[in-house]
């Protein structure tokens, strides 16, 4: 296991910028596969304990990182900035974000001429909401 050099220090750092997520050994960012996530311990708002490898070199890597970081790395833009999608969960904040009561939002149809309205779609979502106030509606 690789650990990185900072965890190992004495005494504590002022807001510490949390390690890029990169292999050291390679410098490979590509082939990077999470392992697990944990909350912190103390907990650490925005932050998550990740441990994680890369599959070209077989280096392992364990250590706290922005939750930021680690949507970067899963999602690839797929969902909202700044949300961690994992399985069923949306983290946002450090914590799971909370399922409100199922809703219904409303997205606007194709623009259509200017004779015809564009018609409104509904679905089916799943309300999430943060501890901060930061919501997320899920296509259910």
Request: hydrophobic share 35%; with cysteine.
């Amino acid at each position: 296991m690789t650990m990185l050099p900072a965890a190992n220090l004495p005494g504590e750092i002022d807001n510490p910028e949390p390690p890029a997520l990169i292999c050291t050994m390679c410098g490979n960012a590509n082939d990077l596969v999470i392992e697990a996530i944990e909350a912190t311990v103390p907990a650490l708002p925005g932050h998550v304990s990740l441990e994680y490898s890369c599959m070209y070199c077989g280096s392992f890597y364990g250590h706290d990182a922005s939750v930021q970081q680690v949507a970067t790395l899963l999602n690839a833009g797929a969902t909202a900035p700044g949300v961690l999608h994992f399985g069923r969960y949306f983290i946002h904040c450090g914590e799971p974000m909370e399922e409100t009561e199922e809703g219904i939002s409303g997205l606007d149809g194709p623009v259509g001429s200017k004779d015809s309205p564009s018609p409104t779609i509904s679905i089916r979502t799943r309300p999430l909401k943060c501890h901060c106030g930061f919501r997320l509606d899920v296509p259910l």
